[in-house]
């Protein structure tokens, strides 16, 4: 972590104790129970009972707006953790959650609040993942890229870690290493289609055409519900050659495109019949780089 970095951008916490009373961590107990069993709307009701005894209290707000944000209630979460920043919680899991949370808003609570938790807490691999990925997004690519490593080094085989190693180094200019870590990312975790998506752009943007369109397919795969991805992954896959592997990406995102997706995917169709070279340029110059740039910088 930087050392230049100054104090008044330390999230002043709260003095007193970092855990919860008894009643109210029964009470979290039970509801993160509730969340472990994906029964996010029962979470949010006991909590917003818990909070009627307990109002303010920085725990029940911050797992409230977990509930709410799982259930779609985004602005409504956000003024929960927004609560709960407000009441200056100590504890590092609290802050790294709430803090996170608001930096997708662009709050500017979320800085203290992310760095005061690596402060109180730097082996806490939650901590250094989040601010680190905060960093990145923030443009301060050198210091995220020490947080990334000293979260790397608390697990090196944490599969989000890697991925947010992986884009910072890419971002740094050090491509070749950034593409050996979301390939570790992924080998860590199979399952991430978004990572697969990412890498799959970044191979074909190298010349890499036949290694990026078997990515690709595989993001689109793991990810079917999204249009652009099975596009990119038609394109990539008609400049490889294969053209049944094409054909299904193309009918994979009309089956699923509405409104303005269904008049790209007439755009992406004829694009491919133009032949090979015509679906590599489109993707390469069109299509790919505005959507690399968008997934590296959506924040985890």
Known sequence: MSDD?????????????????????????????????GDYAEMADALRGVLAEHPGDPFVLCWLGVAERELGLEGVAYERFRACLAARPSDPHVLVTAGNAVAAFDDPEAEGALRTAVLLAPDLLLARWLYGAWLIR????????????????????DASVRYELGVGLVLAGRRDA????LYRAIELDPGDGWAQVVLGLLL??????????????????????????????????AAAGAEGTTLEMVERARQRAEGADRALVDEVESRIDEGAEEAASWLAEQIGPSALRERMMTRP
Not at 5 to 29: C, I, M, S
Not at 178 to 181: L, T
């Open 204 to 237: 074909h943007e190298e010349g890499r055409t036949e290694e990026a369109a078997g990515v690709l397919e595989e993001g689109a795969r793991l990810r079917p519900e999204d249009v652009e991805t099975q596009l990119m992954a038609a394109l990539a896959s």
């Open 138 to 157: 923030e443009g301060m690519i050198d210091d995220a890229l020490r947080e990334l490593d000293a979260a790397s080094a608390l697990d090196p085989e």
């Open 5 to 37: 970095r100054t104090d008044d951008r330390v999230f002043p916490a709260a003095p007193g104790p970092e855990q919860p009373d008894d009643a109210v961590r029964q009470a979290l107990d039970r509801a993160h129970q509730l969340g472990d069993e």
């Open 178 to 181: 950034g593409v050996d870590e």
